[in-house]
């Protein structure tokens, strides 16, 4: 069965500056991976995927994320945040055999100071 | 883009009381719908997965008797929680899948038992 670890519960930075919100998961297999992103009270977004090809993946919102296989990591960068990505970050894994089912890490809320 | 809706958004029922919410896809055919609970500041649980015409598939541990499902179309599938009590309130979040691997997810309704 696949996992996946979002090591930071919490990550608070100020506004402008860079952020990476960290992402590893555990598969025997290939996977597809995806970060979404959730407001308050709200459902969750997709910010961008991995499906195959590049390992590098652009987003919405200016948000991009690096595939790793070597290091089974998928983490999520933005070069600058604005206060407005204040939110709860989600990063979801699935495979190549049963691409219904989504594991989800426990999430990063993502603290944008001005 | 997929739109995905769910009715209610928020709803109170009293103990004992059977509750239905709604989860449509608005613009596309969804072949699988998937409904999420969420605890607050916590991350998605898969509940079950359903397909249009079939029985939902339940997760380990998620009472089928207590979580009834119904997908009665390729655009509207409904949980219905059944003799809801206090431990029953949570946000509940469906997604939608059509032809590709992505889910698309619904705002959530939160509901609350008293």
């Known amino acids: 069965a696949q996992s996946v670890t979002q090591l930071d519960s919490q990550v608070p930075v100020f506004e402008e500056a860079p952020v990476e919100l960290r992402c590893n998961y555990s598969s025997s297999v290939s996977v597809y991976l995806f970060w979404y992103v959730q407001y308050p009270n709200q459902g969750l977004q997709l910010l961008l995927k991995y499906l195959s090809g590049s390992t590098l993946v652009k987003g919405i919102n200016g948000f991009e994320a690096e595939f790793n296989k070597s290091q089974t990591s998928f983490h999520l960068r933005k070069p600058s945040v604005h206060i407005s990505d204040t939110a709860e970050y989600f990063c979801?894994?699935?495979?190549?055999?049963?691409?219904?089912?989504?594991?989800f890490g426990s999430g990063t809320k993502l603290n944008v100071k001005p | 883009g997929a739109v995905v809706s769910q009715h209610p958004s928020w709803v109170i029922c009293k103990s004992g009381t059977s509750v239905k919410i709604e989860c449509r896809s608005l613009d596309f055919q969804a072949t699988t719908m998937f409904w999420y609970r969420q605890f607050p500041k916590q991350s998605l649980m898969l509940m079950a997965t359903s397909n249009e015409g079939s029985k939902a598939t339940y997760e380990q541990g998620v009472e089928k008797d207590k979580f009834l499902i119904n997908h009665a179309s390729l655009t509207l599938s409904t949980l219905t929680v059944t003799s809801a009590h206090p431990e029953d309130s949570s946000f509940y979040i469906c997604?939608?899948?059509?032809?590709?691997?992505?889910?698309?997810f619904g705002p959530g309704t939160r509901l609350t038992v008293t």
């Open positions: 997604s939608a899948r059509g032809g590709s691997h992505e889910q698309y």
């Open positions: 979801a894994v699935s495979d190549f055999y049963n691409f219904n089912k989504f594991y």
